[in-house]
């Protein structure tokens, strides 16, 4: 049975430009698919006694009424937005039909369009799909402090949701053009705003935008407490971008709020490296921080590694806004904090982890050690920093009884305070 699709782009234009080869397929065709936004385009276009195939989730459901189709060898014509090979519907295809034949005529996809009416260069854009989309790679661009950002927004991550997240956080450094109904002459609109006006206005779907580091009109600060706004009459029409200074390898110990303003209680700068170390984090995919206590540990590895997926764990309920306040305080976004007693939480539905820190124990050491074996991925790691000789031999007999290798310990003594042994063991 042959599959077949041939793929046409388009944009939202209610009187679509189509090569004379796109042409001939819709007059030979038979079988259509699109969105209910597509038929309303092309629908005088086709031939008479066309069938269409609406797209519409679940896809799964569509997948069935192709497979119908194949039966008799027809090719399915789709049409699509923009480009269907960006975060669009031949990848869909390709995913899961790979054995299928394409043949494709993309067009512009949308964030070039929005490109092309700012006249902005976007060669070196780096582009989001939050389109049903979690947060983690959005999050991963403004860790990194990418100067020029394109976003394919949906219902739910619209530009004011953006915005207003980039603001709890800090980054509050760039410019925003969004683009609505691009391609409508009718309904088309773009529109320059700065982050607190975008956090605050309302856009009709669908949309797109483009983020542009602004650092014409301000100094970012090489520190990492919260900048304070600029002032919305100092905008550029098309700033100038510059380099943003990178973080420092280490966060600065008195810039956390601490628990119960003790400013012992926290894994120091040195020791916290020494350790992100010793996890091996730059080759690991998700990461728990066991008693995350000020969060220092967490929001160092989501910031020295923006790739990780950060999981932390405090069984103080005082916890859970010193997350918030460092996290915020730092810029480091998509922390998952879950509040409680780490044996009684409950784990089956956390991404499992191949990297974890065990900051905190309450006494449970080796009970805590015998169920992370149980998530812990093939190869990963657990690293915990002793500071007493019962709890060295806590963690050697914990990870003896879980089955796992103990590698030799890092010994590290740091101004007036107590020695520590960095122990890890692997799986």
């Not at 005529?105 to 582009?127: C, E, G, I, W």
């Not at 971008?241 to 209680?265: K, N, T, V, Y």
Request: proline letters at 7%; glycine letters at 6%; charged letters at 25%.
């Amino acid at each position: 049975m042959k599959r077949k699709f041939i793929i046409i782009g388009m944009d939202d234009k209610r009187a679509p430009f189509f090569p004379p080869e796109v042409l001939q397929h819709i007059r030979e065709g038979k079988i259509f698919s699109g969105g209910l936004r597509h038929r309303e385009i092309v629908g005088t276009l086709l031939p008479e006694g066309a069938e269409w195939i609406s797209i519409t989730v679940p896809l799964d459901n569509v997948f069935v009424q192709y497979e119908k189709v194949f039966a008799s060898d027809t090719p399915i014509i789709v049409f699509a937005s923009g480009d269907p090979l960006f975060f669009g519907f031949a990848n869909t295809v390709k995913r899961k039909l790979p054995d299928a034949e394409i043949q494709l005529y993309p067009a512009f996809n949308s964030l070039q369009a929005l490109a092309h009416k700012l006249v902005m260069p976007y060669d070196d854009m780096r582009t989001v799909s939050l389109t049903g989309r979690p947060w983690q790679e959005f999050d991963r661009a403004l860790i990194e402090r990418t100067p020029k950002i394109g976003i394919l927004t949906d219902r739910e991550h619209t530009p004011a949701t953006i915005a207003a997240r980039m603001l709890e956080y800090g980054y509050n450094y760039y410019t925003m053009y969004v683009g609505e109904h691009l391609g409508n002459p009718e309904k088309e609109r773009i529109r320059q705003l700065d982050l607190k006006e975008a956090s605050e206005e309302a856009f009709e779907h669908p949309n797109n935008l483009l983020l542009y580091a602004n650092l014409t009109h301000q100094t970012i600060q090489t520190s990492l407490v919260r900048l304070d706004e600029p002032p919305s009459s100092e905008r550029a029409s098309l700033p100038h971008s510059g380099e943003i200074p990178p973080r420092p390898f280490g966060l600065p110990d008195e810039q956390f709020a601490h628990l119960d303003g003790r400013a012992r209680m926290i894994t120091k700068s040195p020791i916290r490296l020494l350790t992100l170390q010793a996890l091996e984090l730059n080759r690991r995919r998700v990461f728990w921080d066991i008693g995350f206590c000020t969060g220092s540990v967490s929001i160092e590895a989501r910031l020295q590694f923006p790739h990780l997926t950060v999981v932390s764990f405090e069984i103080r309920p005082e916890g859970e806004e010193l997350m918030r306040t460092n996290s915020r305080r730092f810029g480091a976004p998509g922390i998952t904090a879950i509040i409680g007693d780490f044996l009684q939480t409950e784990l089956k539905d956390l991404p499992r982890p191949d990297a974890v820190f065990i900051g905190g124990h309450g006494g449970q050491l080796e009970e805590i050690l015998i169920r992370l074996k149980e998530v812990l991925q093939p190869d990963g790691c657990i690293v915990f920093n002793s500071v007493s000789p019962n709890s060295r031999e806590l963690f050697r007999k914990g990870t003896e009884t879980a089955g796992m290798f103990l590698h030799p310990s890092l010994h590290i003594t740091l101004n007036e305070y107590n020695p520590i042994e960095i122990m890890k063991a692997i799986l």
